[in-house]
C-alpha cells in the first residue's frame, strides 16, 4: 500500500503541477495510475486496522453544532441505513482516505449521493440535471465522488427490496454513465468542456422507451414539479401575515424565528448580525447581482434545520421584499465548517489551493467549489464571515432558499428507472469532473471496457454492508444512553 500511495503522490504532483502537458501525455499519465492501482482493485474494500468508532465520528462533528438540533440529526439517521448514509460523509471520507487511489485530481462534491443530483433552474430559467450539495467540496481523487454515488445507489436499492443482480446492474449503468461520458469529454475542446451542461436534451435519456409508461410519467411529472418549486412557492408556503405584516411562520423546532428564538437584547443582536452578513455577502457576488441584491430589503429571518448530514449546523433563512409584498427574495445562509476530505486530501493542495480557500473562508471554499463543478449556479450565491455568533467568527455561504429544485424519490423508482437516473447522474458527475480535472487522464485510466465498472459495483456492496454495520452502531449507542435521538 505504501508504494501505491508514493505513486499517487507523484501523481498527484504532476496533475496539479503548472504548465500543459500534451494529450498524449495526459492519458500516458492516466495509463500509469493502473500499474500502482489496477481497475479490478477498486472492488476491494477492507476497514482498516485502526478505522474509528463511526459514532466517534459523528460526535466530533455534533461538537461544534447547535446542541439542541444534534438529537435531530441522530434522529433522521436512525431511520433508515439510507438515511444514515445521507450524514455518514464524514464516515466514509475517513475510510476512503486510508485506501489506495488514482492520484489524479478533481474538484470533488464529496458527498455525492444520489439525492444530491437534481432538476435546478440556471439563470437563463432553463431546467437543468447538476449536483446540488457542495457543503464538503475540495479537490481529490476523483473516484471518491463515484464510489458514493455507486454505495448510494445499492443502499436504495436494497431499501426497494432489489435483488444484488438487480443492483449489479444499476450500479454499473451508473459507472458506465461516468466512464462513457468522461470519454466523451476527453474529445471536446476546453471551452466546450466548460459550457457543457445536462439541460432538456439530455434529460429525455430518462424518458426513453426502454422504461415503462408509469416510469415515463414520473420522470415527466418531476420536471414539471421542478418547475412548479419555485421561490414564490416557497415564500407562500413558509410565510404568513401577522399584524399586517409579512413573517416567517414558526414550525418549531425546525423553523424557529428569531424573535421566538432569543430574548430581547440577543434577539436585536443577532438581527443586526444578519442584517450585517447579507450587507457584507453582497461584496462577494459581481456587481450587477449585487445591485440586484440592495432592491430588497430585509423584512424578517429564522433559524431551519436542514437536511441530513447538515442538522445543528447553523443555518438562517432571511425574507427580503422588493416592490411589495408580492415580490419576495428567500435567501438562506448556511454555516460551512472544514470538509470532511480535508484530512485526507493535502496531497491535492495545489490543485485550487488557492480557489478553495483551504486556509480561508470555508464559505468561499463551498462557493468555489460549486461554481467549478455546477454548470450554471444560483446568482445570489456567495460568501462571509460573519461576527456574533456565540462570540465566534463564523463562515457561511448564501444561496436562494429554493429555485426550481426537482429532488428524487428513489423509493418509487423502479429498477429501470433507478438504472437510468442512476445512469444520469454517472454522467452528469463526470461532466462536473472534467470542469477541474483531467478528463483525457481519467478516461485513459477507465479504458473502453467495463472493468472499473464491475470493479465498483462489488466495492458498493461491501461498503452497504459497513454502512449498516455503522447504522447499527448507532442504534446501539443510542440505547445505551450514550447520544441522544429524537424525531423531528
Known amino acids: 500500500m505504501a508504494k501505491a500511495r508514493a505513486a499517487a503522490s507523484e501523481r498527484t504532483r504532476l496533475s496539479a503541477g503548472g504548465g500543459h502537458p500534451t494529450p498524449d501525455?495526459?492519458?500516458?499519465?492516466?495509463?500509469?495510475?493502473?500499474?500502482?492501482?489496477?481497475?479490478?482493485?477498486?472492488?476491494?474494500?477492507?476497514?482498516?486496522?485502526?478505522?474509528?468508532?463511526?459514532?466517534?465520528?459523528?460526535?466530533?462533528?455534533?461538537?461544534?453544532?447547535?446542541?439542541?438540533?444534534?438529537?435531530?440529526?441522530?434522529?433522521?439517521?436512525?431511520?433508515?441505513?439510507?438515511?444514515?448514509?445521507?450524514?455518514?460523509?464524514?464516515?466514509?471520507?475517513?475510510?476512503?482516505?486510508?485506501?489506495?487511489?488514482?492520484?489524479?485530481?478533481?474538484?470533488?462534491c464529496g458527498?455525492?449521493?444520489?439525492?444530491?443530483?437534481?432538476?435546478?433552474?440556471?439563470?437563463?430559467?432553463?431546467?437543468?440535471?447538476?449536483?446540488?450539495?457542495?457543503?464538503?467540496?475540495l479537490p481529490g481523487p476523483w473516484e471518491w465522488d463515484v464510489k458514493r454515488l455507486a454505495t448510494s445507489l445499492v443502499i436504495a436499492g436494497r431499501a426497494n427490496g432489489f435483488p444484488r443482480r438487480t443492483r449489479r446492474t444499476i450500479v454499473r449503468a451508473a459507472v458506465a454513465g461516468y466512464r462513457e461520458r468522461t470519454h466523451e469529454l476527453a474529445a471536446m475542446r476546453t471551452l466546450?468542456?466548460?459550457?457543457?451542461?445536462?439541460?432538456?436534451?439530455?434529460?429525455?435519456?430518462?424518458?426513453s422507451d426502454r422504461l415503462g409508461r408509469a416510469a415515463r410519467r414520473r420522470a415527466s411529472q418531476a420536471a414539471s414539479q421542478a418547475r412548479r418549486r419555485t421561490s414564490m412557492q416557497a415564500y407562500r408556503k413558509l410565510t404568513v401575515v401577522d399584524g399586517g405584516r409579512r413573517r416567517i411562520a414558526p414550525d418549531p423546532p425546525l423553523i424557529v424565528p428569531i424573535r421566538d428564538l432569543l430574548?430581547?437584547?440577543?434577539?436585536?443582536?443577532?438581527?443586526?448580525?444578519l442584517r450585517r452578513l447579507v450587507d457584507t455577502y453582497a461584496e462577494s457576488l459581481t456587481l450587477d447581482h449585487r445591485r440586484l441584491l440592495r432592491r430588497f430589503q430585509i423584512v424578517d429571518m429564522a433559524r431551519k434545520v436542514v437536511g441530513v448530514g447538515s442538522v445543528g449546523t447553523r443555518c438562517w433563512i432571511i425574507l427580503l421584499l422588493g416592490r411589495d409584498g408580492d415580490d419576495p427574495l428567500?435567501?438562506?445562509?448556511?454555516?460551512?465548517?472544514e470538509s470532511v476530505?480535508?484530512?485526507?486530501?493535502?496531497?491535492?493542495?495545489?490543485?485550487?489551493?488557492?480557489?478553495?480557500?483551504?486556509?480561508?473562508?470555508?464559505?468561499?471554499?463551498?462557493?468555489?467549489?460549486?461554481?467549478l463543478m455546477q454548470a450554471a449556479s444560483d446568482i445570489f450565491l456567495g460568501w462571509e464571515r460573519a461576527e456574533g455568533f456565540d462570540g465566534r467568527r463564523r463562515d457561511f455561504y448564501v444561496r436562494q432558499l429554493r429555485d426550481w429544485k426537482g429532488i428524487a424519490q428513489p423509493e418509487s423508482m423502479s429498477p429501470a428507472l433507478m438504472t437510468a437516473f442512476g445512469r444520469l447522474c454517472g454522467a452528469s458527475l463526470a461532466r462536473a469532473h472534467a470542469r477541474s480535472g483531467d478528463?483525457?487522464?481519467?478516461?485513459?485510466?477507465?479504458?473502453?471496457?467495463?472493468?472499473?465498472?464491475?470493479?465498483?459495483?462489488?466495492?458498493?456492496?461491501?461498503?452497504a454492508d459497513q454502512n449498516e454495520r455503522d447504522h447499527r452502531a448507532l442504534r446501539t449507542a443510542v440505547l445505551e444512553g450514550r447520544v441522544i435521538a429524537e424525531s423531528a
Open 25 to 108: 501525455e495526459r492519458a500516458e499519465l492516466g495509463r500509469a495510475a493502473r500499474a500502482a492501482v489496477p481497475r479490478s482493485e477498486h472492488a476491494v474494500y477492507e476497514p482498516d486496522a485502526k478505522r474509528p468508532d463511526p459514532v466517534d465520528v459523528l460526535e466530533a462533528q455534533s461538537a461544534t453544532r447547535v446542541p439542541e438540533l444534534v438529537p435531530i440529526r441522530y434522529g433522521r439517521m436512525l431511520e433508515s441505513p439510507f438515511r444514515f448514509y445521507r450524514g455518514a460523509a464524514a464516515i466514509m471520507a475517513a475510510d476512503l482516505g486510508t485506501a489506495p487511489h488514482t492520484g489524479i485530481a478533481a474538484q470533488l
Open 111 to 137: 458527498d455525492a449521493h444520489l439525492l444530491n443530483f437534481r432538476l435546478l433552474a440556471s439563470p437563463e430559467r432553463h431546467l437543468i440535471f447538476d449536483i446540488n450539495d457542495f457543503d464538503e467540496t
Open 192 to 207: 466546450d468542456v466548460w459550457y457543457a451542461m445536462d439541460d432538456a436534451g439530455r434529460l429525455d435519456a430518462i424518458r
Open 263 to 273: 430574548p430581547g437584547t440577543a434577539e436585536a443582536e443577532l438581527e443586526q448580525s
Open 330 to 337: 428567500l435567501l438562506q445562509a448556511k454555516e460551512a465548517g
Open 341 to 371: 476530505l480535508a484530512p485526507f486530501t493535502t496531497a491535492f493542495a495545489g490543485a485550487g489551493r488557492e480557489e478553495n480557500g483551504r486556509e480561508e473562508n470555508q464559505g468561499r471554499r463551498v462557493v468555489a467549489g460549486q461554481r
Open 439 to 463: 478528463a483525457i487522464a481519467v478516461a485513459a485510466y477507465l479504458g473502453r471496457a467495463d472493468v472499473f465498472d464491475r470493479a465498483c459495483a462489488e466495492f458498493a456492496e461491501a461498503y
